[in-house]
């Protein structure tokens, strides 16, 4: 199976920051790659299809970039909304995995 | 608007079984591929099955291949997991999770997921 790797898995960070995570396949992928957020208690919800394709109704403060093997979720401007855990996702294979999660705290 | 319930779910010993559902409602049920998705407590989320549109073909995760079966019923808008064999580390939320193509192409990613249901194993 594909391996994903998130880093780091968990941050802190203040309302107005920019926040970067990245995910890492252990092999290329090409874009076939995914984000979601995740909230305790309520369903997960995607945010980015394809690596980089922001899914109908997200906010545009979440962007996704990468091919290959390494990917990256930016959030170009922190809300108190967005406190949550992200996953990263490959599709690229059948036998579907997801990275670890990043937990982003409050600072 | 799309709704998923997934229902089901409890408190189980090791080596049972149970039947987990999800009602879906607010799209074309038989147009889409369904998955289920879990979490264990603590830990990140874990795909677990996959089922295709019309329920010709189904995938699995290792972990749970001849214990776990996925299927769906058309008449019912309804997907289903059935959980044989069940072990303690089948401890977690399922949730069901609409593909986010329609038809015969699968995209292999989730547009719409249900809250989920717990399912505990243990003695």
């Known amino acids: 199976d594909i391996q994903m790797t998130q880093s780091p898995s968990s941050l802190s960070a203040s309302v107005g920051d920019r926040v970067t995570i990245t995910c890492r396949a252990s092999q290329s992928i090409s874009n076939y790659l995914n984000w979601y957020q995740h909230k305790p208690g309520k369903a997960p919800i995607l945010l980015i299809y394809?690596?980089?394709s922001l899914q109908s109704g997200v906010p545009s403060r979440f962007s996704g970039s990468g091919s290959g093997t390494d990917f990256t979720l930016t959030i170009s401007s922190l809300q108190p909304e967005d406190f949550a855990t992200y996953y990263c996702?490959?599709?690229?294979?059948?036998?579907?995995?997801f990275g670890g999660g990043t937990k982003v705290e409050i600072k | 608007q799309v709704q998923l319930v997934e229902s089901g779910g409890g408190v189980v010993q090791p080596g049972r079984s149970l039947r987990l559902s999800c009602a879906a409602s607010?799209?074309?049920?038989?147009?889409?591929?369904m998955h289920w998705v879990r979490q264990a407590p603590g830990k990140g989320l874990e795909w677990v099955a996959f089922?295709?549109?019309?329920?010709?073909?189904?995938y699995y995760a290792d972990s749970v291949k001849g214990r776990l079966t996925i299927s769906r019923d058309i008449s019912k808008n309804t997907l289903y997991l059935q959980m044989n064999s069940l072990r303690t580390e089948d401890t977690a939320v399922y949730f069901c999770?609409?593909?986010?193509?329609?038809?015969?192409?699968?995209?292999?990613?989730?547009?719409?997921w249900g809250q989920g249901t717990l399912v505990t194993v243990s003695s």
């Open positions: 394809a690596a980089s």
């Open positions: 089922i295709s549109f019309d329920g010709s073909n189904k």
């Open positions: 996702q490959q599709s690229y294979s059948t036998a579907l995995t």
């Open positions: 607010g799209f074309t049920f038989s147009s889409f591929a």
């Open positions: 999770a609409r593909d986010s193509w329609r038809g015969v192409i699968v995209s292999n990613f989730f547009d719409y």
